[in-house]
């Protein structure tokens, strides 16, 4: 019998939580550890849709890259989505693990996987925060090399690899060669892309003053939204969960899609 346990364990080998940043809350959210998964469904947000997707594909655990319960609440009523959520996950003996800031850092996590999706070579971790124990670094930020193109080049690639509704943007005046990429909310690491010596670089969440500052410091700067640049790795969680759990079902949901409309 696979329990609960024995696939958290898995989760925490590929985004082991000392990964993760300190203000985050991964794990367990909701289940028993001694329950057993037989069909786990995967996707980026634990919200009511997916929450009632897992019952309907009969799912016994949903596992999220955000987390179901990011602060603790004063209450778990149905007055609120996240009482919601969690009651009726509760109700249906449905499990809900995540792992969130722990898998944007890790090897082989959100960050790589975006990589890989737009195409970066030579990739590597900008402004690593330690190595694992296989002594492979770990960190938030990924930068590669693309083949030299024009930014409106590029960014017809962006769209088309992640799927964007559209992308909001700043042209520095430089070609695109050596890019960053952050899923979500890494604009806040723009300077570390830059000292890498970076001319591009994508992430999502943008503020307007982190739009006027790019062309100033003369780097590219694209938003390509926060679902299109981290839904990619959880197709790979599916994989990797497939493959170290034949006897399992494991899913993707159909139901989260990006909402944000350009």
């Not at 925060?129 to 090399?145: F, Q, V």
Request: aromatic share 6%; with cysteine.
């Amino acid at each position: 019998m696979t329990t609960v346990n024995d696939i958290l364990k898995f989760v925490e080998s590929i985004a082991p939580p000392y990964m993760k940043e300190s203000w985050d809350n991964v794990g367990l959210n909701c289940g028993r550890m001694d329950r057993e998964g037989t069909k786990i469904l995967v996707a980026l947000d634990p919200f009511e849709g997916v929450c009632q997707e897992a019952k309907a594909v009969g799912a016994d655990l949903l596992i999220t890259h955000h987390p179901l319960i990011f602060r603790a609440p004063n209450a778990l009523t149905d007055d609120t989505a996240l009482g919601r959520c969690v009651l009726f996950l509760a109700q249906n003996g449905i499990s809900a693990i995540n792992a969130h800031t722990n898998l944007d850092c890790a090897p082989g996590g959100v960050n790589d996987v975006l990589a890989a999706t737009l195409g970066l070579k030579d990739t590597q971790v900008i402004a690593p925060a330690g190595t694992n124990e296989d002594g492979l670094p770990y960190g938030l930020l990924r930068c590669g090399h693309v083949t030299e193109q024009p930014l409106e080049d590029f960014l017809a690639h962006i769209k088309s690899s992640l799927g964007c509704s559209g992308l909001r943007y700043v042209n520095s005046g430089k070609p695109v060669s050596k890019v960053a990429v952050g899923g979500g909310s890494c604009a806040g690491a723009m300077l570390d892309a830059i000292a890498a010596g970076c001319d591009t670089c994508v992430t999502a969440d943008m503020k307007y003053h982190q739009f006027l500052d790019a062309a100033g410091k003369g780097i590219n700067l694209m938003d390509a939204g926060h679902f299109p640049t981290e839904d990619p790795v959880c197709g790979k969680l599916v994989s990797y969960l497939t493959a170290q759990f034949p006897e399992l079902s494991v899913t993707k949901s159909t139901s989260h899609k990006e909402v944000i409309q350009y």
